[in-house]
């Protein structure tokens, strides 16, 4: 079946460091590719996605691209702002949504 | 964009004891709606979907008595937890796509977390 893994958090990082946040999936056909970032005491919210082999998604500085060769879509950001600390899902849509185990980022002042 | 909420936010209740959380699609109208379990530090673990005015579908391993599921319009969808116990446990979240939406756009909301003494 589909499955997804990313990274194991926390992760706690300065301002404007750069952020990398590891996924891979498992799947069948060719899925649809997401990020949800889910904010303190919010819901999650579709940060990006990617629906084919070597697309980029890209939002709010946020980018990640669609590598079927390695069945990943690894998260980047170049610059964090505090205002980014969050838990970060990857997931995939194989008819369904499958989703990783989420990655808490903690960005320091 | 698209908001969903849930009600309670959180709940602590006796074993044994029922529990139904609300989910609400605030400003837009919502065929299908899904319920999703997160136990700590794992993934979001679909656990059913509810299309309105129709029985829900769910997921292998999940007992459909013991979580009742309503979605009796294109807003509100509830969640049932009957004759819970201490292993039900866990953080509730519904999520819902937008009937004139994109298949793929599905608004979530914020969860709930049940804690059965």
């Known amino acids: 079946g589909n499955s997804v893994t990313q990274m194991e958090g926390p992760v706690t990082l300065s301002e404007e460091a750069f952020l990398t946040i590891n996924c891979t999936y498992t799947a069948t056909g060719y899925p649809s590719l997401f990020w949800y970032v889910q904010y303190p005491g919010e819901g999650l919210q579709l940060l990006l996605k990617?629906?084919?082999?070597?697309d980029k998604g890209s939002n709010k500085g946020f980018e990640a691209t669609y590598r079927k060769e390695t069945t990943s879509f690894h998260l980047e950001k170049g610059s964090v702002q505090v205002s980014d600390s969050a838990v970060y899902f990857c997931a995939l849509r194989g008819g369904k949504l499958s989703f990783g185990a989420g990655t808490t980022v903690t960005v320091r002042a | 964009g698209a908001v969903v909420s849930q009600h309670p936010s959180w709940v602590i209740c006796k074993s044994g004891t029922s529990v139904k959380i609300e989910c609400r699609s605030l400003?837009?109208?919502?065929?299908?709606m899904f319920w999703y379990r997160q136990f700590p530090k794992q993934s979001l673990m679909l656990m059913a979907t509810?299309?309105?005015?129709?029985?829900?579908?769910?997921e292998q391993g999940v007992e459909k008595d013991k979580f009742l599921i309503n979605h009796a319009s294109l807003t509100l969808s509830t969640l049932t937890v009957t004759s819970a116990h201490p292993e039900d446990s866990s953080f509730y979240i519904c999520s819902a796509r937008a009937a004139s939406g994109r298949r793929e756009t599905q608004y979530f909301g914020p969860g709930t977390r049940l804690l059965v003494l």
């Open positions: 990617a629906t084919k082999a070597d």
């Open positions: 509810s299309n309105e005015g129709s029985k829900a579908t769910y």
């Open positions: 400003d837009f109208q919502a065929t299908t």
